[in-house]
């Protein structure tokens, strides 16, 4: 069984510098200490398509976790993105049947790190819940939705409504914050959610699809700061 999310509390938190497109910009998140890189497989300004993402991840440390998004994908499309792009690990997104993670799993064993989304609002509790249930899931991410983007919002949610139904409810799997995280408000919502990881998009941009140096290794440095005077 996984541990509750409050014995996640004391260690640092895991970093994901998410919707990278270029080898300049995985590499600004790797050289500013984050944990992992996202590529988007999904609609968005952000996307990226299989053969562009294999043409990035053989430069990057083996180390660093390579993560790809995914929304309404089969596990066939998962598979062959993640065989191709050599990708370590994916972000199952709404329209996923729930059935892929067990799917993935028995495909990559466990060094495949798969992550389910819950959106946080009336039903992400129950959500929650039943992923953190699941032995193939290894962490939920909770992120803000609006009615054209599953992702990438630049929107906050809740944190103090969120921790008392989710991350302070005694959720036995390690939980990740995203969605509206910036450098300015990334130490608040540490210090507020006690996240097991947060991820981080359109927060450490210049431009849709491409990062500010700057707001990347502030944000790095304030979750940093953040777990640290929570240890």
Known sequence: MLPRQSEFIAMNPWVKICANTSLEDARLAADAGADAVGFVFA????RMTVEQVAAITPHLSAKLEKIGVFVDAS???VTAAVRASGLTGVQ???GIDIHVAAQLREEFGPALR??????????????????????????????SRTGTAV?????????NEARQA???AGCSAKLIAAG???PANVAEAVATLRPWGVDVASGVEASPGRKDAAKVREFV??????GAELR
């Open 43 to 46: 609609p968005s300004p952000r």
């Open 75 to 77: 596990f066939t499309e």
């Open 92 to 94: 199952l997104h709404a």
């Open 114 to 143: 798969i992550l389910r989304v819950v959106h946080f609002g009336p039903d992400a509790a129950r959500q929650a819940a039943v992923f953190a249930a699941n032995p193939d899931v290894d962490a939920v991410l909770v992120d």
């Open 151 to 159: 992702g990438g919002t630049g929107i906050a949610f809740d944190w």
């Open 166 to 168: 989710i991350f302070g």
């Open 180 to 182: 509206g995280l910036n």
């Open 221 to 226: 440095r304030r979750v940093r700061e953040a």
